[in-house]
C-alpha cells in the first residue's frame, strides 16, 4: 500500500473532521495530489488537489471555504480539514498522486478525466455526517 486515507467517521451535520493519506512510498514527482470522494450511488468527483511544483490549491465549488486542503512539510502526508460537514458531504474519502502533466484543477473541473491522470489511489476511509 502506498497511499492510506484514515481519519474518517460519524460526524453531526456542522461538525468538523481531518483526514490524514500517509504516502509510504509513491515517489516524490508526482504532478499533483488530491482528494477524490465517492458517494453511495453517486460518481467519484474530485474534491480538492495540490499542485506539487509550487502548493497551489483547488477546491470544487461545494467544499469551497469549508475544506482545505494541505500537507506536511515532508509532503509526506496530505491532509483535509473539512469544517461545517453537511449531509451531502457522506461519501468515501479518497487520496490519488497524479503523474500526468495536467493541472489538477481540470479534473476537479470535470475537463479532464482522473482516471486518465491520476494513476496511484489509496484505500478510501468513510465519512458519514448525520445527526
Known amino acids: 500500500v502506498q497511499l492510506q486515507a484514515s481519519g474518517g467517521g460519524l460526524v453531526q451535520p456542522g461538525g468538523s473532521l481531518r483526514l490524514s493519506c500517509e504516502n509510504s512510498g509513491v515517489t516524490a514527482d508526482y504532478n499533483a495530489i488530491g482528494w477524490f470522494r465517492q458517494a453511495p450511488g453517486k460518481e467519484r468527483e474530485g474534491v480538492a488537489c495540490l499542485s506539487n511544483k509550487d502548493d497551489s490549491t483547488y477546491y470544487v465549488d461545494s467544499v469551497k471555504d469549508r475544506f482545505t486542503i494541505s500537507r506536511d512539510k515532508a509532503k509526506s502526508t496530505l491532509f483535509l480539514q473539512m469544517e461545517n460537514l453537511k449531509a451531502e458531504d457522506t461519501a468515501v474519502y479518497y487520496c490519488?498522486?497524479?503523474?500526468?502533466?495536467?493541472?489538477?484543477?481540470?479534473?476537479?473541473?470535470?475537463?479532464?478525466?482522473?482516471?486518465?491522470?491520476?494513476?496511484?489511489w489509496g484505500q478510501g476511509t468513510l465519512v458519514t455526517v448525520s445527526s
Open positions: 490519488a498522486t497524479e503523474s500526468m502533466p495536467v493541472p489538477c484543477r481540470l479534473v476537479l473541473l470535470g475537463v479532464a478525466d482522473a482516471d486518465e491522470t491520476f494513476d496511484s
